[in-house]
């Protein structure tokens, strides 16, 4: 019953035009590096690649769906399987799992199997509590608001900080039904 | 022969944000374009309330005796429309060609405001390759 999607990116990541990986981790730190000398504050940092990464999500997400031939999805599940699998292979080139979701079905983990952000970094003291990768949270956030999803995203566990793996948790606030306000007194 | 009169995008709140003119026989005024456009937005939401099949998205065809008027809206809520002639075919795949042109030369623009007028140079030049190329593509038949 379940309309036929691309289960993976892989077609999608084939025709899209590529960087040297190793021109983007190096650019992705020079920028947290100049987000750190401006702002100094380590939670503003992380405010800002959260800011900066749904300034992309909200205009990602249509390349996203113009590209991917992917059609909409019919519950939360779906959609997350559907970043894991083929947003994050066609934009990043890897693939994450889904895992620990919870009773209701409206948050989850995105455990990504590598991460082409993190090349040569090694967190120094004094970026105790800097969420490096925080950009990509922003990119989910505002993907997914455009498809009427408001989300909260956020990293549970990072390898920069000692941790096994990367995880970012997603949790669905509210779907914001896609009807026209048809209030009759507005 | 023209096969395509005229393209319009719409934004998500029923803002025509771009409007191109293919040798139609007289080019519309920026105001009835803008009224055209709202028109459509209007129609387009009340189709998908009036539908009797449950979970429709809206009109993607309209047909009149001068005129075909197809109709694309991504999941986003941004439409794209185009008038052509009667029974013009490959509109889908225009339209999702435009879709694919829009993504990649307007919101890849970093001086573009989301939801504004487009003024994309570069969007205007591989569009009219892109309508260019479905003309050929139908002369060619």
């Known amino acids: ?186 | 022969m023209a096969t395509v009169y005229n393209l319009f995008i719409i934004n998500k709140s029923g803002g025509l944000i771009f409007y191109k003119d293919y040798g139609s026989a007289e080019r519309m005024d920026t105001n009835d374009s803008l009224r055209l456009a709202s028109l459509w937005h209007s129609m387009h939401a009340i189709s998908q309330q009036l539908s009797p099949t449950i979970g429709c998205f809206g009109i993607e065809l309209l047909q009149a005796d001068n005129f075909d008027l197809h109709c694309f809206q991504s999941l986003t809520g941004t439409k794209f429309f185009v008038v052509c002639e009667p029974g013009a075919q490959h509109m889908e795949g225009l339209l999702k060609v435009i879709y694919e042109l829009y993504t990649d030369f307007v919101l890849k623009n970093p001086f573009y405001e989301m939801e504004m007028p487009i003024r994309c140079e570069l969007f205007d030049l591989h569009l009219s390759q892109a309508v260019q190329k479905e003309r050929v593509f139908i002369l060619g038949r």
């Open chain 1, 1 to 186: 019953m379940a309309p036929v999607i691309p289960r993976s990116g892989d077609a999608a990541f084939a025709n899209v035009e590529r960087v040297n990986a190793e021109l983007f981790t190096l650019t992705y730190g020079a920028i947290v590096r100049q987000l750190l000398t401006d702002l100094e504050e380590v939670e503003e940092v992380n405010k800002q690649l959260d800011q900066m990464g749904y300034n992309i999500g909200v205009r990602l997400i249509d390349e996203f769906l113009a590209k991917s031939n992917i059609s909409r999805c019919v519950d939360f599940k779906e959609t997350a399987e559907v970043i894991a699998k083929v947003g994050f292979k066609m934009f990043l080139g890897v693939t994450a799992t889904v895992t620990n979701w919870d009773a209701e079905g409206t948050s989850c983990s995105l455990v990504l199997s590598e991460n082409p952000l993190v090349g040569f970094v090694e967190l120094p003291d004094t970026c105790h509590g800097l969420y490096y990768c925080n950009i990509l949270c922003g990119v989910i956030r505002g993907a997914l608001e455009m498809v009427s999803m408001k989300t909260e995203v956020t990293w549970v566990r990072d390898m920069l900080h000692g941790d096994d793996a990367y995880e970012m948790r997603v949790k669905l606030i509210k779907q914001v039904p896609e009807e026209y306000p048809y209030k009759d007194d507005e």
